[in-house]
């Protein structure tokens, strides 16, 4: 694996610049980690559907069976773009309240992952200089582990490894195609599915640059899903990938039947096992790639909610169209992916495109990652 052509981890300035921290005078101030500093700084949402404002807040004082992290790295996830919109089906979120659902810190001299409930449930997440979290739910890191690395991988490598390996029973040997290549589930699990011996790993990718991710995450062949956008990829349909609401059913069809004829061409033959963090036409037109009894496994529905599937692609090879989400999983199979996620890492064998920004400039990171313009997953840095 090459070095990655976008990496910027740890290579912005520390300095905070908007928001009232940005007023502090600079010195050592108050120790940020002491549960009786009387402020700490925070991301916080304070209107469903707009970016979060970063300002002084009171600290978190731990209570029984809670930690207080000193938080260093926290990613912008789809999932906090989702639960502070308002329209995730955990609800409405009480607000104001703290963005973040994971995050690495340190306790005690320990470096950790933790995750939080923040926009799911009451109760503050990782985008702020002090999180309290539960103490069983912190999971140790390896020592040097790179905190933004590790953030940025986090709940979306979990996800693509257990969704490959757990619900998607993958056995050495096998060929996976992976949708969404570019995205940090893609990038993941293209790496993923190559150390758990996947013979051959097949990606699809919208974008030209999704497309690039995909190749440095080590994809044997990559698929274009969209209309190309540069001279080197082989002509392709024009029409969008998310099927316009007012297409007909036959240009649908048309869509998806061309699109799998792409894909299956990529492919050394019947795909074993698909990943798939989109729906829409590119699960439809995926589905028709793999083998008889051939899986697909569905974790996000990026491209579209629903999904052109027909009944006769399903019937025909006795597929098995599978779901996943990371709320199912226990405590314990949690941490353990974490902890097989960060030995990866700390090994050189998975990262995934990552850009770093002080936790000051929350709001325009918050923007970019929800306008789909940040060079790969944004951390926040914390700390
Ligand atoms: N079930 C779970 O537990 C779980 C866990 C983690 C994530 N997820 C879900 O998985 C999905 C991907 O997460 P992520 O972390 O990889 O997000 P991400 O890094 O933001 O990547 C999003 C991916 O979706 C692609 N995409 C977006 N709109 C598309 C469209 N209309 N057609 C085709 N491709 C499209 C993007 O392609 P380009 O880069 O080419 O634009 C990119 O590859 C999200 O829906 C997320 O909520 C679920």
Redesign the pocket.
Not at 299 to 304: I, T
Not at 323 to 328: H, I, L, Q, S, V
């Given at each position: 694996m090459t070095d990655h052509p976008a990496d910027q981890s740890g290579s912005r300035p520390a300095g905070l610049s908007t928001g009232a921290a940005a007023d502090r005078p600079p010195g050592p101030g108050p120790d940020p980690a002491s549960p009786t500093s009387p402020v700490m700084v925070a991301a916080r949402i304070e209107n469903c559907g707009r970016p979060p404002v970063v300002a002084d807040g009171s600290s978190p004082v731990p209570g029984a069976g809670q930690e207080l992290v000193r938080v260093l790295a926290a990613p912008i996830?789809?999932?906090d773009l989702?639960c502070a919109s308002g329209t995730s089906y955990f609800g409405t979120p009480a607000l104001p309240y703290v963005p973040g659902v994971q995050g690495v810190g340190s306790v005690d001299g320990r470096l950790v992952w933790f995750p939080t409930a923040a926009g799911m449930a009451a109760g503050d997440g990782s985008m702020a200089e002090l999180a309290l979290v539960r103490a069983e739910d912190l999971v140790d890191l390896p020592a040097g582990a790179d905190p933004y690395a590790m953030a940025a991988l986090g709940?979306?490598a979990?996800?693509?490894y257990l969704?490959l390996t757990w619900r998607g029973e993958l056995a050495r040997g096998e060929q996976v195609l992976v949708?969404?290549?570019?995205?940090?589930?893609?990038?993941?699990a293209i790496q993923l599915a190559r150390l758990a011996g996947a013979r051959r790993v097949v990606a699809a990718?919208?974008?030209?640059?999704?497309?690039q991710?995909a190749r440095w995450a080590g994809a044997d062949a990559v698929v274009p899903?969209?209309p190309v956008t540069s001279a080197d990829d082989p002509p392709v349909s024009p029409q969008?990938?998310?099927a316009d609401p007012r297409a007909t059913p036959e240009a649908v069809a048309r869509e998806v039947e061309e699109l799998a004829r792409r894909l299956a061409a990529a492919c050394d033959g019947p795909v074993d096992l698909v990943l798939d963090?989109?729906f829409?036409?590119?699960a439809a037109a995926a589905a028709r790639t793999l083998r008889n009894g051939g899986r697909l496994v569905n974790?996000?529905?990026?491209?579209?909610e629903t999904c052109p599937l027909d009944s006769a692609t399903l019937r025909s090879r006795s597929l098995r169209l599978l779901?996943?989400?990371?709320?199912?999983l226990t405590r314990e199979q949690r941490a353990a992916a974490i902890t097989y996620v960060a030995q990866q890492s700390a090994a050189g064998r998975l990262r995934?495109e990552h850009e770093v920004m002080p936790l000051a400039e929350a709001a325009d990171a918050w923007r970019r990652?929800a306008a789909?313009t940040a060079k790969?997953?944004i951390v926040l840095r914390t700390g």
């Open positions: 996830t789809p999932l989702l709940l979306s979990v996800a693509a969704a949708l969404g290549g570019g995205g940090v589930v893609g990038q993941a990718a919208r974008s030209e640059r999704g497309r991710r899903l969209g969008a990938v998310t963090p989109l829409g036409v590119p974790l996000g529905g990026s491209a579209s779901g996943y989400t990371n709320n199912e995934v990652q789909g790969g997953r």
